[in-house]
C-alpha cells in the first residue's frame, strides 16, 4: 500500500502533459510534529524546481527505522534517518538483526538529532533513574526515538519492564500525554528546537531532563555513534539552564542502485540551495560538507562521493565502497 502523500507536489507538475512526463520520487520523512517532515517536503521541493526530469513528493513515514525498511525494499527513493538506525541496518546489527540492508548508501549528514527527556516542572523526576516506575513515552514504533531511548535506559542498568508504562507514541501524541498527565515523561530524539515540545510549553510547564557524562559514556558501549550535546538555554519556554544530553547525526539515505548522475545532482543541490532548505527549517544550518564527512555512519553513494571528491574533501575510507 502506498503511503500518504502530502500535497507538496509542484503544481506545474501535476499539470504537465505526456510530453513532459517526469519521474517520481518518494522522500520519506516521519512523522508531522518533527524535523523530518519540514526538512523533507523542503527537499521535495528543491528537487521539483531544480533537478530536471524528476518530481518528487515527502511523504508521512515512522521515521528512520521504517525508512530503513522502505529504503531497502525500493519503496522510497530517498529517506531522511538517524545514525544508529541506519548503521544497524546497513549492518544487520541490533534491531536489524537477521535483515540487513547493505544496500543503504549516504547523500548527506543533515543534522544531528538531540534527546530531549521532558517532563512537567512540578515532576519529581531529576534523572534517567528516576524514570522507574513512571509511565514513559519512547517514541512512535519504527522510529530511531524508541532505538535511542531503548540504549539509554539499558546504560543505567534498566529495561522497559522497570517502567510503569513504555508507550509508543508519536511527538505530537507524546505532548498531547504530557499535558494531559496520562504519561510522566516523554522522549524526544529530534533536531531542536521541535515543535511538538514549543506547543506544549504553551499550555504546561517544562523541565529537560539531563544526562550526565558518566550516563554519555555508558550509553556509547550500546550505541557508539551517541556524542555529547548541550542543549541551551532558552531553547523551550522555561527551560532557563544548559542541559547536557546525547547528539545522533541524521543522514539523507539512499539505496546503492540510484542512479550516479541523479545521487550526484541531488547532493550537488543540496549544498548549492542550502539557503533554501535554512528558510524551511534552521536545523538545516548543519548541512554540510564537513558534517557529512565527520559523521556520515556508512559508506556514501558513488554519486555522492563524486561531488566530495570534485570540491576536493578528504574522503576517510571508511565512506568509500568497501
Known amino acids: 500500500m502506498r503511503l500518504f502523500k502530502t500535497a507538496l507536489l509542484a503544481a506545474s507538475v501535476a499539470m504537465a502533459g505526456p510530453a513532459f512526463a517526469q519521474q517520481q520520487l518518494s522522500v520519506a520523512t516521519g512523522g508531522t510534529g518533527g524535523v523530518y517532515y519540514p526538512i523533507g517536503g523542503g527537499l521535495a521541493e528543491l528537487i521539483n524546481q531544480h533537478i530536471e526530469g524528476y518530481a518528487a513528493v515527502a511523504e508521512v513515514t515512522g521515521a528512520s527505522v521504517e525508512n530503513v525498511a522502505l529504503i531497502h525494499r525500493g519503496d522510497s527513493d530517498i529517506a531522511i534517518g538517524l545514525g544508529d538506525s541506519v548503521y544497524q541496518g546497513f549492518?544487520?546489527?541490533?534491531?536489524?538483526?537477521?535483515?540487513?540492508?547493505?544496500?543503504?548508501?549516504?547523500?548527506?549528514?543533515?543534522?544531528?538529532?538531540?534527546?530531549?527527556i521532558v517532563v512537567p516542572a512540578d515532576s519529581d523526576i531529576q534523572s534517567l533513574e528516576d524514570l522507574r516506575g513512571k509511565r514513559?513515552?519512547?517514541?512512535?514504533?519504527?522510529?530511531?526515538?524508541?532505538?535511542?531511548?531503548?540504549?539509554?535506559?539499558?546504560?543505567?542498568?534498566?529495561?522497559?519492564?522497570?517502567?510503569?508504562?513504555?508507550?509508543?507514541?508519536?511527538?505530537?501524541?507524546?505532548?498531547?500525554?504530557?499535558?494531559?498527565?496520562?504519561?510522566?515523561?516523554?522522549?524526544?530524539?529530534?533536531?531542536?528546537?521541535?515543535?511538538?515540545?514549543?506547543?506544549?510549553?504553551?499550555?504546561?510547564?517544562?523541565?529537560?531532563?539531563?544526562?550526565?557524562?558518566?550516563?554519555?559514556?555508558?550509553?556509547?558501549?550500546?550505541?557508539p555513534i551517541f556524542a555529547s550535546y548541550t542543549l541551551p538555554s532558552g531553547l523551550y519556554d522555561g527551560v532557563t539552564e544548559d542541559v547536557g544530553t546525547v547528539g545522533i547525526?541524521?543522514?539523507?539515505?539512499?539505496?546503492?542502485?540510484?542512479?550516479?548522475?541523479?545521487?550526484?545532482?541531488?547532493?550537488?543541490?543540496?549544498?548549492?540551495?542550502?539557503?533554501?532548505?535554512?528558510?524551511?527549517?534552521?536545523?538545516?544550518?548543519?548541512?554540510?560538507?564537513?558534517?557529512t564527512i565527520g559523521s556520515s555512519p556508512i559508506p556514501l553513494h558513488a554519486g555522492a562521493l563524486r561531488y566530495y571528491e570534485e570540491i576536493g574533501a578528504e574522503i576517510p575510507d571508511n565512506l568509500r565502497e568497501q
Open 136 to 223: 514513559v513515552s519512547v517514541g512512535a514504533p519504527g522510529s530511531g526515538t524508541e532505538l535511542n531511548a531503548r540504549a539509554l535506559i539499558e546504560a543505567v542498568g534498566m529495561t522497559y519492564d522497570d517502567l510503569a508504562a513504555a508507550q509508543r507514541l508519536n511527538f505530537n501524541e507524546t505532548a498531547d500525554a504530557l499535558r494531559d498527565g496520562d504519561i510522566d515523561a516523554g522522549i524526544w530524539s529530534v533536531g531542536p528546537p521541535t515543535s511538538s515540545i514549543m506547543n506544549l510549553t504553551a499550555t504546561r510547564n517544562i523541565r529537560l531532563i539531563p544526562i550526565t557524562e558518566e550516563q554519555v559514556a555508558a550509553a556509547q558501549e550500546i550505541e
Open 249 to 291: 547525526p541524521n543522514v539523507w539515505f539512499v539505496s546503492e542502485e540510484m542512479d550516479e548522475e541523479l545521487a550526484y545532482e541531488i547532493t550537488k543541490m543540496l549544498y548549492d540551495r542550502h539557503a533554501d532548505l535554512v528558510a524551511i527549517h534552521p536545523a538545516a544550518n548543519d548541512t554540510t560538507v564537513e558534517f
Open 91 to 116: 549492518t544487520g546489527t541490533g534491531q536489524f538483526e537477521g535483515r540487513q540492508a547493505d544496500s543503504l548508501r549516504v547523500l548527506a549528514s543533515v543534522y544531528p538529532n538531540a534527546v530531549q
